[in-house]
């Protein structure tokens, strides 16, 4: 069945996004990895939209999309501001919040 | 009534592989566009080869569908209805609705494709030249060929969506182009004003499909089977529809308010002298000859609804000849003083099109096309011409008046092709501009507009008058600046600060010269066509040279009813129109139409092919009982040669008048009109009002800008201030006065002993849980995944 199709593509694209945020060191390498595992959430609604023929699932996925931009703007600048104070992005190293 | 429905004896309109297949037109540069930006780096010519081909390969379909609507036109019986090659496929279906992709060809959107891929294809040639070891060619040739894609699609586009993600496309690829050397800050602001500014109309465009659409789709649905959407549906429902009053006003004036942005119309025509700031070959493409257009070619696309909507003919004034007669004058007058040549030929081209909208809005619909389609030869040409001028002698600089003068002897042949394309735009006899303007001012007269016509005069007066300033203070007099030699390498202009230009500052310096093959052949081909062009439709030989009339204005013909075409339903297979009009026209006009009508034999069939060929159409005036109409009845004033030579005139003495000024102000050293702005207080006043663009810029920024956000935030504060602070203060009070008993009771006795017993539980689970917290994001992220993981397992095993 198509949809199966789609589900296992967004289980796919899910597993690399979380691989990419534990596994990357560089910030924006893990900002991408969180766009994949926000696409895989997309293309599940999608697949459930056109199965159940119901708008709701494009919709949601819009407001997802819209969301994800802001996310990733916050995001970069917030790496911005990091690199303009250690001249280095990597994750690892930003530990001073530690217990 | 029947006579009227155009059940004229009909031969089958031809078609041909190229019409039914003018859709790929705009794909050919849209896949190269990717193949660029994919690959473009890796070729040997940095994916410029991959453009100008692209360009060439639409143009020669676009020429091949041209010749073949133009057989269509030729094998159609005297007033028969021409059905215009649509095909439709849905795109995506949601909530019901169909969002329909497909081509809708008829001759209007034939010329302006065979245009825009004409002079996209020039312009690229130009550019492999103009652009040579940029740092960002690669990109500049993708967006370059993003953008013809983007106005080409617009161009075929069967409904608005579809028009709608041309337009966008045209736009963000005008951002990109405008800002191609963003490194400068003046030309990346120029690159937001510009996309802000067309934005802001955009706003109309989203606003009046919408209401087009939701007054019209089930009109459209139930008589034609398209969507609202549908170019051909919503040109139906208006002339056919009874569409009501308020409706198709407010969806007019909306899509007019989008075409004002796009179109530099005033009072949005800001922006386009300032993207002067991109490229010059970007100048000429999308900021005179094609983009801008897209505002001019959305009123003759749709030009049932604005005809209705704005009740065009219907009374002596309406908001796009207001508009356009404003335009045309405010722009002329900005002309004057400007000493930049590029911002010369913008403020012309505003002017122009100012020309093409007054004609749309006093039913002058062909001659505004035609206008379209000479004045992107001759535009082209002249920018063009200044790029190769700055390219060439002027070190860069555009500046006319610092950098310029004399050119015309070390340049004769961008002098010569100049001077060609100033006499076209001007209006002079032979060249193609007078073709086209004069008709549009003939034609707003013989409407009944007389003061537009008037405005239109004096406008090709103001025209003839700066054209001439311009090309005295660049070609004649003596070198100046650069010109003359003078290097001057901190120039104001984005070029000179590249990297790219050592190789040919080495020339530079050698002072100005001509350019090569790459950019003087298009300027000559391009002065070729400003010279010819208007043989196309060359009213005064008589009816035999109105080519264009004939195979571009649509025939305002009552169509028999086609209630069953399923048009919009087809999905991936080609709409009926297409296959069969005329077979459905002539094999079942009369079931359509209505059935007790008898058959009409084979006389009364001639009979009412004469009369509908020649009489007077209901079509425009009211909605016919039977059959639908695609296009107002629309008048063409007769040619007269008086007429002519007295506009003919009024420009040529423009050009001297504005000659002798021109003499006297740059090369005499004393005179009358040296430093007259400065001596007269009344002249310096309206010369300080033009140089600061009629202070539009400070209004638009300093007045609408500040003067809606400082109110909001000076408001707000004092709410905050005097209300809120209130409110706060007060519930502070009291919670005080509350807080302190609480705090002698309640908080000492029991809560103290339940805190502290808490804290020491919480401190042996904070050192226990401490190592979880190790600062690092990867670390965190792997728990929180690993928790869901292990509640998504949680949640299979209690389900199943």
């Known amino acids: ?99 | 009534m029947f006579a009227e429905a155009s059940t004229v004896a009909h031969e089958a309109l031809s078609s041909g592989w190229f019409l039914e297949h003018a859709f790929l037109i705009p794909i050919i540069p849209a896949v190269a566009f990717a193949l660029i930006i994919f690959f473009g780096k890796k070729l040997p010519m940095k994916g410029s080869e991959l453009g100008v081909l692209s360009m060439i390969g639409s143009l020669v379909f676009a020429v091949g569908a041209a010749l073949q609507w133009i057989h269509r036109v030729n094998g159609a019986g005297e007033g028969q209805f021409i059905d215009p090659v649509i095909r439709s496929w849905t795109w995506w279906n949601s909530g019901g609705f169909h969002f329909g992709i497909g081509q809708h060809i008829d001759g209007l959107s034939l010329t302006i494709l065979v245009v825009v891929a004409f002079i996209s294809s020039l312009v690229q040639i130009y550019s492999l030249e103009y652009l040579r070891g940029d740092r960002r060619y690669t990109h500049f040739f993708a967006s370059l060929t993003l953008f013809s894609a983007g106005m080409l699609n617009m161009v075929v586009a069967e409904n608005m969506i579809q028009l709608i993600l041309g337009w966008e496309i045209m736009g963000l690829c005008s951002f990109m182009l405008i800002g191609h050397w963003w490194e400068e800050g003046a030309n990346s602001r120029a690159a937001l004003k510009a996309f802000f500014t067309t934005r802001t109309g955009d706003i109309g465009l989203l606003v009046g499909t919408s209401v087009l659409f939701f007054s019209a789709n089930s009109w459209t649905q139930e008589h034609l089977g398209v969507s609202g959407f549908s170019i051909r549906g919503l040109s139906a429902w208006a002339l056919t529809g009874n569409p009501g009053h308020a409706a198709i006003t407010v969806g007019a004036v909306a899509l007019f308010i989008a075409c004002i942005g796009k179109s530099g119309q005033f009072p949005l025509h800001t922006w386009l002298p300032d993207a002067m700031a991109g490229p010059t070959p970007v100048s000429s493409l999308l900021h005179s000859s094609t983009m801008v257009v897209a505002g001019v070619f959305l009123v003759a696309r749709l030009y049932p609804v604005f005809f209705k909507g704005m009740n065009i003919l219907g009374s002596g004034v309406n908001l796009i000849t207001v508009i356009g007669g404003i335009t045309i004058v405010v722009a002329a007058a900005l002309a004057f003083v400007q000493t930049d040549i590029k911002k010369v030929l913008a403020y012309s081209t505003v002017s122009q099109l100012g020309y093409m909208m007054m004609g749309l809005g006093a039913g002058a619909w062909m001659p505004a096309v035609f206008h379209i389609f000479t004045h992107a030869f001759f535009k082209a040409c002249l920018f063009l011409a200044a790029g190769s001028i700055s390219h060439s002698a002027s070190h860069h600089s555009f500046e006319m008046k610092k950098d310029m003068g004399g050119l015309r002897k070390f340049m004769p042949i961008t002098f010569t092709t100049w001077i060609i394309s100033t006499l076209a735009l001007c209006g002079v006899f032979p060249f193609a501009g007078f073709f086209s303007k004069d008709e549009i001012i003939d034609n707003v007269g013989h409407n009944g507009y007389t003061v537009f016509m008037v405005v239109g005069l004096v406008g090709a007066f103001m025209t003839a008058a700066y054209m001439t300033r311009a090309t005295y203070l660049t070609f004649f007099g003596e070198p100046r600046g650069a010109s003359a030699g003078e290097s001057h390498d901190d120039h104001g202009d984005a070029h000179a600060t590249h990297d790219t230009h050592d190789t040919h500052d080495a020339q530079a310096h050698h002072g100005p010269h001509e350019s090569n093959l790459l950019i003087t052949v298009p300027l000559m081909i391009l002065a070729t066509l400003a010279l010819g062009a208007g043989l196309f439709n060359a009213t005064p030989f008589g009816e035999s040279w109105e080519r264009m009339t004939k195979w571009v204005e649509p025939r305002s013909v009552v169509v028999a009813d086609m209630a069953h075409a399923s048009v919009g339903e087809t999905r991936g297979v080609r709409t009926d129109d297409t296959v069969a009009p005329p077979m459905m026209m002539s094999s079942t006009p009369t079931a359509t139409a209505s059935g007790e009508e008898t058959p009409v034999g084979g006389e009364a069939l001639t009979t009412a092919s004469e009369s509908s060929a020649h009489a007077e159409s209901v079509c425009g005036t009211s909605a016919p009982e039977m059959g639908t109409c695609y296009a107002p009845q629309l008048h063409h004033a007769p040619f007269k040669w008086p007429k002519a030579a007295m506009s003919v005139v009024i420009v040529l003495l423009g050009m001297l008048i504005s000659w002798l000024i021109s003499v006297q102000m740059y090369t005499k050293k004393a005179g009358f009109f040296v430093g007259l702005t400065s001596r007269n207080k009344l002249l310096a006043l309206g010369y300080g009002f033009l140089v600061n663009k009629y202070y539009l810029d400070h209004l638009y920024e300093k007045v609408i800008v500040h003067g809606i956000a400082h109110p909001i935030a000076k408001a707000a504060y004092w709410v905050n201030q005097n209300i809120l602070d209130g409110i706060i203060n007060g519930v502070g009070l009291v919670t005080r006065r509350v807080a302190g008993w609480v705090y002698r009771n309640v908080d000492q006795r029991v809560v103290d002993g339940a805190v502290n017993g808490s804290g020491a539980v919480a401190r042996g689970t904070g050192n226990a849980l401490r190592p979880v917290q190790s600062g690092k994001v990867s670390q965190y992220g792997a728990l929180l995944f690993a928790a869901a993981a292990v509640a998504g397992l949680v949640l299979i095993i209690v389900n199943t």
């Not at chain 1, 819209?66 to 790496?79: D, R, S, Y």
């Not at chain 1, 104070?85 to 990597?90: E, F, H, M």
């Open chain 1, 1 to 99: 069945m198509l949809v199966n199709q789609f589900l296992i593509l967004a289980a796919v694209l899910f597993c690399i996004g979380v691989y990419g945020v534990i596994a990357r060191r560089n910030a924006v390498m893990v900002l991408m990895s969180i766009e994949l595992i926000l696409n895989s959430v997309n293309i599940n609604f999608l697949a459930f939209a056109l199965r159940n023929g119901s708008i709701d699932g494009h919709v949601f996925a819009l407001y997802i999309i819209a969301i994800a931009a802001a996310e990733v703007g916050v995001g970069l600048a917030l790496v911005l501001l990091v690199y303009r104070n250690r001249k280095s992005i990597a994750l690892d190293e930003l530990s001073e919040m530690k217990g």
